[in-house]
């Protein structure tokens, strides 16, 4: 039985009865560096994102942990871009931050606010209503526009302890036309 309702073509896990696939990278591993190093992405979602599917698909551990995980890390890499000069949302991701936080900097702002305040793992995320809100461990949300990583495994290797330096980079690598497509 298929337990996850797909909210958009763009955020699917592609299941085949219960089989669970890790969506593809639209990039080469080491095209979002210095944002995220070659070692990080190849680490990130070739051993841990990839693991989740496995784990799942080969019945070890609790099945709705790593179909939670596969799920958010469906998400979370295919709005990744290699990095531009200037990358700030436009069309209507431009819109809805700038209805719920006035500018794009106060956006990142109550993002780096509210994920600083997490304890340990989890991610942080703007939903399709326009509010930031968290993910403890893992779980399937059908809300999610923007979601952002904040597991030791997205950060760690390139910036150590510094996971306020990490938040502050990864919006050069937010492919906001996918973020664009997520809004309905």
């Known amino acids: 039985m298929n337990r996850i309702n797909y909210f958009s073509s763009i955020l699917k896990i592609a299941k085949s009865k219960d089989t669970l696939f890790l969506e593809k990278l639209k990039f080469k591993q080491d095209d979002l560096d210095p944002v995220m190093s070659e070692d990080t992405i190849k680490y990130h979602y070739s051993k841990l994102a990839a693991g989740y599917v496995s784990r799942y698909?080969?019945?070890?551990?609790?099945?709705?942990?790593?179909?939670?995980?596969?799920?958010?890390?469906n998400i979370f890499f295919p709005q990744l871009t290699p990095p531009k000069?200037?990358?700030?949302?436009?069309?209507?991701?431009?819109?809805?931050?700038?209805?719920?936080?006035?500018?794009?900097?106060?956006?990142k702002d109550k993002m780096k606010e509210e994920a600083m305040k997490i304890q340990g793992s989890g991610w942080i995320?703007?939903?399709?209503?326009?509010?930031?809100?968290?993910?403890?461990?893992?779980?399937?949300?059908?809300?999610?526009?923007?979601?952002?990583?904040?597991?030791?495994?997205?950060?760690?290797?390139?910036?150590?302890?510094?996971?306020?330096?990490?938040?502050?980079?990864?919006?050069?690598?937010?492919?906001?036309?996918?973020?664009?497509?997520?809004?309905?």
């Open 57 to 73: 698909n080969n019945g070890v551990g609790d099945p709705d942990f790593n179909e939670a995980g596969a799920y958010l890390h």
């Open 85 to 107: 000069g200037s990358n700030k949302p436009s069309g209507k991701s431009q819109d809805l931050i700038l209805k719920n936080f006035k500018s794009f900097e106060s956006f």
């Open 125 to 184: 995320y703007l939903s399709k209503s326009g509010e930031i809100k968290v993910i403890k461990n893992h779980q399937i949300k059908k809300d999610i526009l923007l979601l952002i990583d904040w597991w030791e495994h997205a950060w760690a290797l390139d910036y150590q302890q510094d996971k306020e330096k990490y938040l502050n980079n990864i919006w050069k690598i937010i492919d906001w036309d996918i973020i664009n497509n997520r809004i309905v």
